[in-house]
DNA sequence: CTGTTAGCGCTTTCAA
DNA sequence: TTGAAAGCGCTAACAG
């Protein structure tokens, strides 16, 4: 059995207020100080957090609800948070939606029913009512990397339409007028496509239909089947260059690149996404939108801790990052 | 404030204990039992898990000490753990040891004060004296991908030696006898490279020193430094194959041929290890020895819970996994 | 600065 | 079956 503070009362004769003070790091006699420490040590005492959370209302516990846990994407988003958070003595409880929305629904409830002190959370649905759980319990929230209909949470992002913007605009300039794009129904693909239509629109570039893909998932496989159709268009037909809007249709469009054997830059021109693994084992550099992923997530992680300090009195806030075009060697210039 | 168990009597007028025995599955009148019911819903009723922790003693949750959250390998084993233990019940608080050996000590020490159920470990370092305040604590380890120098602790691993082996006896049924290596330092890495050499032995090859590579890390640098050593080599002297013992050596190699316009298989056959993304992405696809990533992961959930039901009367188990070799097309018959 | 006391919300004897 | 009461290990008034 573990020692508790009532052995420490006993070994030291003192009150129990003083040592729970002491362990609290209020002010004791240097003379109790020395011998209360004196016990711990030779108990091998660690306060039990469960009966302190009890007590205090507080965890030390967030709740971390991912999209989807596996992907790498998340991996580094989880990794920088659960840094920030283990740094001031926070714990991470973590959650996988797997993509789904009942999953997020349930993940969210799981926190709830385990008094995290607050979530962080990368939507999947566009309008998670199983919040409302998380309000009632005055637990507050802070999305990741995109934000919900209603203003009511924090919420960090990237303007996802600007960045499309500049990088469609780079496109251009480099002489680009045949300009594809291949994203994905939901928030962030949606507002990187209204970024890549803004600045053809500007460019006075018409984009023909069958220029646009779009499909209801992050996947690899909007990406390949894509870049297989633009393929089979005729040479002069097909796009100069083509905008990726994530990371998981990137791996698609560069699958179906290398199994067609055309080749990126010379005969088709790409930009991307995200700044993961892939940029590094691809040749050539992929030029890409890199998003600040660790200023995201300790950006997240500082509100929501700053939320659970001052409570609902300052209205929700909405952070969006800069996110840097950065020059591969995937555009060619015509 | 959320509503308590008091506040059931209140609106019930039944006693603390009928109530409990209910929430606990407990026989109780059904008269009385739609009373609870009601209330329940009317409240919003949850019961507050940590109270229920503080005289129980579960908490319900396990620590995942992870070696590289941001890493694909233990993303999808974070995947599989998670799933497992949440249709369980349990939740996943989660600590990454960033590869790191001081970093892995105080993950578990949080995991312990944090009063965690049981902890998985995917260890870093070959004897963590750490885990001592786990095992002070009662608190059960199951290891994860590696084993340790010690027995005393539940295992789940696949035959890292034997699975190599069995990659080389195929490059070499294929007709390779210069054949390089590239491996880690550290368990994994080792291990693998035994099943190197022993095969190569079996074949009767002498191997020159300047086919074997290793470095501290499981990282993308040294497979790629290795790689560009090879090439500097005299053609003849080239290896026609080679084994990288893991998937972020894998990615460091592959980035080197692609730099250095060197054909795969054609001019140099690959073998690697673990199917995750990269084998999507990879053009040819990589041949390599698949973990079984999810059965790793849920067998080891497995015998942490019930080791966590049972506690320390039976001995400790090690499970060795069987990996499959994948043919791809990174191998070319001489 | 110190100690006594009363809970936090729940489970669990034990007697009814 | 049910309920009263004790207590899990700690913190937080409060009085000294």
Redesign the interface.
Known sequence: M?ATIKDIRSETGLGLATISKYLNGGNVRSENRQKIEEAIKKL?Y??????R??VTKR?R?IGFVVNN????F???L??HA??YL?DRGY??????S?LDEEQEAESIR?C????VDGILLIPVSKDPSSLGSAE??GIPVVLLDRELDSDDFDCVIIDNSNAAERAVDYLIKCGHRKISVIYSGEYTGSERFKGYRRSMEKAGIDVPEKYMFSGRTHS?ELGYNSMKELLKLKLKERPTAVLSTNYEVS?GV??AL??SGVKCPEEISLIGFDEL??P????PRLTLVAQPMEEIASEGARILLQRIEEGRKNPPQKVSLYAALKEGESVREL
């Open positions: 573990a091998d660690h306060p039990n957090e469960t009966a959370s009890l965890t516990t846990i596996a992907s790498n998340s991996g580094v989880l990794q659960s840094a283990h714990g991470m409880m973590i959650c996988d797997n799981f709830v029913e385990k008094q009632k319990s690899a791996l560069i699958m290398n199994e693994i892939l590094m084992v691809m040749k």
